[in-house]
């Protein structure tokens, strides 16, 4: 197979590829799912020194692993801005979900929970989790 693919965009599949591997891989890092998309995912960053991305890899006891620069370039914290973001609307959901507890919120009361996560989610704009408390901890 070939795919024929500006430099630029490969270095957007690689990113698409790395977060994919993190995600797919997280829960079980070994099982062998995993250890497929980690193989896959070494495979491609292979091909960085053929287009000009030899930077973004380097080898680790013979092994082919992201650079510190891929590293740098900022993958991290997009990542890290999802998994806010994951964060924030699931315990927004969770609470609201909690203060109406016993209401028929998927129903009737859909409006006032989507109220409750808005007033949540603004929240969490403005304080990040510096307002949670978590009782008995």
């Known amino acids: 197979m070939q795919i024929d693919i500006s430099p630029g965009d490969f ?11 993190i995600v797919l891989g997280f829960p079980r890092p070994d099982a062998p799912d995993s250890l497929e998309y980690d193989r896959i995912t070494r495979e491609l960053f292979s091909y ?3 287009i000009g991305l030899g930077k973004l890899t380097h080898f680790v006891n013979n092994e082919l692993y992201p650079s510190d620069t891929y590293m740098d370039s900022g993958i991290m914290n997009r990542l890290l801005d ?8 699931i ?4 609470l609201a979900r909690r203060d ?3 209401q028929d919120v998927d129903g009737e009361k859909s409006e006032e929970l989507q109220g409750r996560i808005g007033e949540y989610l603004d929240e969490f704009a403005r304080s990040g989790l510096d307002n949670v408390y978590a009782e008995g901890v």
């Open 11 to 21: 270095r957007r599949l690689l990113d698409l590829v790395f977060v994919g591997n």
């Open 48 to 50: 960085c020194p053929l």
């Open 100 to 102: 109406l507890d016993g």
């Open 82 to 89: 999802y998994e806010d973001a994951t964060l924030y609307d």
């Open 91 to 94: 315990l927004a959901e969770e």
